[in-house]
């Protein structure tokens, strides 16, 4: 098909109308090279015309460059851009929110410097993609701006845009130890006061709402680019520009009030905005899984390869993107390879049997599919080392052995909200929160009728169980979290146990923080009801009499295990069992007041578990139930060691972070009972 276009040479040469039917085909690169492409000038109607060049990226001399960070939209919607050289020109292929973007960008006057992933990397070429993702790093990094486009002026995005800007510019946030709104990127803000409202009118929240539900806060790939490149980041809607810095400060503010309930979705989007601004330091693969758990990518095999600078951990377990290896090969090295070097199962508590079917065994987490609803805390297992063996039989059965203690049998199982948790965000604010009364008013009448108790032992047992135990009485300083203490919800408990089956409209808006913070708990979940009398929330999908509660060994959140007829268990998914979560099935209750609770470094966003006893007011890193460590054992100084403990075999003269008094053998030497699990 002929193609008809204008080719000009350089900034002020002379049009020539140009008949081409060649398609660009990409030169290999040279060890060490990236592409970079040159926006030539244009006005917003023109057609698009780049220049392609490679050169050797070096991080003492790189060359002057601006990044793309923005969403890929829709692989059908196709425009065209022309690549001009010598001359000559040839037509590339592109998507056409790609084609948008370079439109706004361009100068009419003088070129631009860019580096694209879709127009810089041979797409088509496996070899040339495993190289380049390896290196988005070294490119995000040294870029001299991450331009974020976030796409063209619509629906109030410079209405929003300004309400964010003038947000970071007031004095609202204390960053750490001192008040500042120009803070470093790594520097954590917190909000003077939860119950302090913003100014914005309804039209204004809408308009945000509407801005942060754009493509690219969905995206996977967006989390590493602006990471790398937070420091020198701007996001661009249309016309409107707002330095990163300037949009995350905002983010995080609003975050950390208090939003109108009435909005529909806004907690939802600032929520989905905070977590990708907060994400300024490398963190933990489970972290980073959790975290990243809801933003897309078309590739299933990038859930891992998109997140590689998001965390050291893949880079300690090998892993470097292999378009070759299959989904399945990808997310297997990931979970045997985390378990076997790491000592732990954190990520065994990311699987969730959705249908009951799976093209992969149980025990591998299907990261291709987005989840909704929100992770469990936990330290149910304290911080014990896993025994894991992997076993592949000759019919092509894959076990992943591990031990495991077996609390109990789930005799009652209750889902909880909708199946699709979108038909309730999707209804209007004032309708939604009746909805959510309704489901709430139903399920503490079904709690009634499970527990047998009284009133207020069955108030705290389900409120800590709905709620996951997640209350701001569990973080010290109190002042780190957005979350309720827990007679503030014991209190909004009460006032919704008052109300009408048919409450007026103020009684709705006056106790809709809890009843939206209930929703978001209990989204994805069913209440579940243990043969031992323990109550939690677990999978929906969870059977009675047949699924089994049980704790493994490096895995923080209890288990859900469904026996097979044949040989093995399949993983159903985790759970929060009330009276479970913070090893008691282990090491008993803690004594007396304490609790353990996250304890936030000053001035940052870095937790760490520590016990606090809230009667004498004394908070200590050591659990209080594990007594003297065995024969052989120290603990070794170190320059985190008001965070965590470190570990030395005196007699073998290596350290670990796992506690010896967390191993196999030293729990059965406390009487407690395990046995291997077969997860098929």
Not at 15 to 36: G, V
Not at 356 to 376: E, K, L, Q, V
Not at 647 to 663: I, K, L
Request: charge should be negative; hydrophobic fraction near 40%; charged fraction near 20%.
């Amino acid at each position: 098909m002929l193609v008809n276009f204008l080719v000009t040479s350089g900034i002020n040469g002379r049009a020539s109308s140009i008949r081409t039917s060649r398609l660009y085909n990409y030169t290999p690169l040279a060890d060490q090279s990236i592409r970079l492409l040159t926006l030539l000038p244009g006005t917003l109607d023109d057609d698009i015309r780049l220049g392609i060049l490679s050169t050797k990226l070096a991080a003492d001399h790189p060359p002057v460059y601006d990044a793309l960070s923005y969403a890929w939209g829709n692989p059908n919607d196709v425009d065209v851009v022309y690549i001009v050289s010598d001359g000559s020109c040839a037509v590339l292929p592109i998507n056409q929110s790609l084609c948008t973007a370079l439109k706004y960008l361009r100068s009419t006057s003088t070129s631009l410097t860019l580096w694209i992933d879709a127009i810089c990397i041979d797409q088509h070429n496996i070899k040339e993609r495993n190289i380049q993702v390896a290196r988005m790093a070294d490119i995000y990094t040294l870029a001299a701006k991450v331009l974020i486009w976030l796409g063209p002026e619509a629906d109030g995005s410079t209405t929003a845009l300004q309400a964010l800007r003038h947000t970071s510019s007031e004095d609202l946030a204390n960053w750490g130890s001192h008040t500042s709104a120009m803070a470093s990127a790594s520097t954590y803000p917190r909000c003077d006061d939860y119950y302090k409202r913003f100014s914005f009118n309804d039209e204004t929240w809408t308009s945000l709402v509407r801005l942060l539900n754009r493509s690219w806060f969905r995206r996977l790939w967006i989390w590493q680019e602006v990471f790398l490149g937070q420091r020198h980041a701007d996001v661009i809607c249309g016309h409107e520009i707002v330095a990163w810095q300037d949009f995350r400060r905002a983010i995080i503010c609003i975050h950390r009030r208090q939003m109108p309930a009435w909005i529909p979705s806004l907690h939802a989007a600032v929520s989905q905005a905070w977590e990708i601004c907060e994400t300024t330091n490398q963190q933990p693969l489970p972290m980073v899984l959790r975290r990243t758990r809801k933003a897309q990518c078309s590739d299933p095999r990038d859930r891992i390869f998109g997140i590689l600078s998001l965390t050291k951990d893949l880079d300690r377990l090998g892993i470097r993107p292999d378009y070759e290896k299959t989904t399945l090969d990808v997310f297997r090295e990931v979970i045997i390879g985390a378990a076997q070097k790491f000592k732990n199962l954190q990520l065994l508590a990311r699987c969730e049997l959705v249908d009951g079917r799976s093209d992969m065994p149980s025990w591998i987490p299907n990261w291709s599919t987005p989840h909704d609803f929100n992770a469990i805390d936990g330290k149910a297992c304290w911080n014990s080392t896993s025994e894991v063996r992997y076993i592949r039989y000759t019919d092509g059965d894959e076990h992943l052995i591990v031990a495991g203690h077996r609390v109990s049998t789930i005799i009652i199982s209750r889902s909880i909200v909708p199946d699709d948790p979108l038909a309730c965000e999707s209804l209007e604010s004032l309708t939604r929160l009746r909805e959510i009364y309704a489901t709430f008013r139903k399920l503490v009448l079904g709690i009634k009728a499970i527990t047998h108790r009284n009133f207020e032992y069955q108030a705290e047992t389900m409120l800590r169980t709905i709620f996951c135990n997640s209350f701001a009485d569990n973080v010290e300083p109190m002042v780190a979290t957005i979350q309720m203490k827990f007679d503030v919800v014991l209190q909004r408990f009460r006032r919704i146990q008052n109300l009408s089956l048919h409450p007026c409209d103020n009684c709705l808006e006056e106790t809709a923080d809890f009843l939206n913070e209930f929703y978001n708990s209990a989204v994805g979940r069913a209440l579940i009801y243990l043969e031992t009398g323990h109550l939690g929330l677990g999978p929906k999908r969870c059977f009675e009499n047949t699924d089994v509660v049980a704790i493994i060994l490096g895995c923080q959140t209890p288990m859900v295990l469904r026996p097979r007829k044949n040989r093995g268990h399949v993983v159903v998914g985790e759970c929060y069992v009330q009276g479970l979560m913070e090893g008691e099935a282990f090491l008993g209750p803690l004594p007396g007041n304490g609790l353990r609770a996250y304890r936030f470094v000053d001035g940052s966003s870095t937790s760490y578990d520590a016990f606090i006893d809230r009667e004498n007011e004394t908070l200590q890193i050591e659990d209080p139930r594990l007594g003297a460590l065995p024969q052989g054992w120290i603990k070794q100084d170190h320059d985190m060691q008001h965070v965590c403990d470190l570990f030395r075999n005196v007699a073998e003269g290596w350290a670990s972070s796992h506690d010896p008094r967390m191993t196999l053998q030293a729990l059965r030497e406390r009487g407690i009972k395990f046995e291997d699990f077969h997860l098929a």
